[in-house]
T-cell receptor
Framework: EAGVAQSPRYKIIEKRQSVAFWCNPI?????LYWYQQILGQGPKLLIQ????????DSQLPKDRFSAERLKGVDSTLKIQPAKLEDSAVYLC??????????FGEGSWLTVV | GIQVEQSPPDLILQEGANSTLRCNFS?????LQWFHQNPWGQLINLFY???GTKQNGRLSATTVATERYSLLYISSSQTTDSGVYFC???????????FGTGTRLTIIP
């Protein structure tokens, strides 16, 4: 069974530039999550989708971050404009509702 | 919001030793999971354990939901067990999974 796929794995951008991350969840998983993990901290939920609807986006900085999950499968997370403090690993995960959650390898972002 | 505290924050052990990691949470939960984050950043699910006890090889976990804590046991530690261990909980009536503060485990050969 294929796992959660993410791309790109690594990205370096200058502040005020934009970046987009892509995630393909495990086939059949209705729930998709985007987490932000800053070095030395635990993952923080940015947004959670159930199919293509948003369940929780209370910690998503909506002035600069956006996410979509068209057709209830793939998802993209965009940051525009990026700030230095956005340097982190962006983790995508998926699950059946209320079940074990599986993470991708993450997209490492450095903003300089 | 819910508070999820893990202890100890850091643990250094000799290979072959046993360890117990603890996760305390401040509210009733309907989902608790333990994860291992390896040195390359990959998060691997270890247990889905909202209550009771489960075992998988050298690892086992126990959650006492009524007392709001969970324990992860690692026996006969190996260097590949090094990394950060997180527990994550989901509140009753809320599907949001909140991660704890983590325990960094280092196994010395």
């Amino acid at each position: 069974e294929a796992g959660v796929a993410q791309s790109p794995r690594y990205k370096i951008i200058e502040k005020r530039q934009s970046v987009a991350f892509w995630c393909n969840p495990i086939s059949g998983h209705a729930t998709l999550y985007w987490y932000q993990q800053i070095l030395g901290q635990g993952p923080k939920l940015l947004i959670q989708f159930q199919n293509n609807g948003v369940v929780d986006d209370s910690q998503l900085p909506k002035d600069r971050f956006s996410a979509e999950r068209l057709k209830g499968v793939d998802s993209t997370l965009k940051i525009q404009p990026a700030k230095l403090e956005d340097s982190a690993v962006y983790l995508c995960a998926s699950s059946f509702p209320g079940n074990t959650i599986y993470f991708g390898e993450g997209s490492w972002l450095t903003v300089v | 919001g819910i508070q999820v505290e893990q202890s100890p924050p850091d643990l250094i052990l000799q290979e072959g030793a046993n360890s117990t990691l603890r996760c305390n949470f401040s509210d009733s939960v309907n989902n608790l999971q333990w994860f291992h984050q390896n040195p390359w950043g990959q998060l691997i699910n270890l247990f889905y354990i909202p209550s009771g006890t489960k075992q998988n090889g050298r690892l086992s976990a126990t959650t006492v939901a009524t007392e709001r804590y969970s324990l992860l046991y690692i026996s006969s530690s190996q260097t590949t067990d090094s990394g950060v261990y997180f527990c994550a909980v989901e509140l009753l009536g809320n599907e949001k999974l909140t991660f704890g503060t983590g325990t960094r485990l280092t196994i010395i050969p």
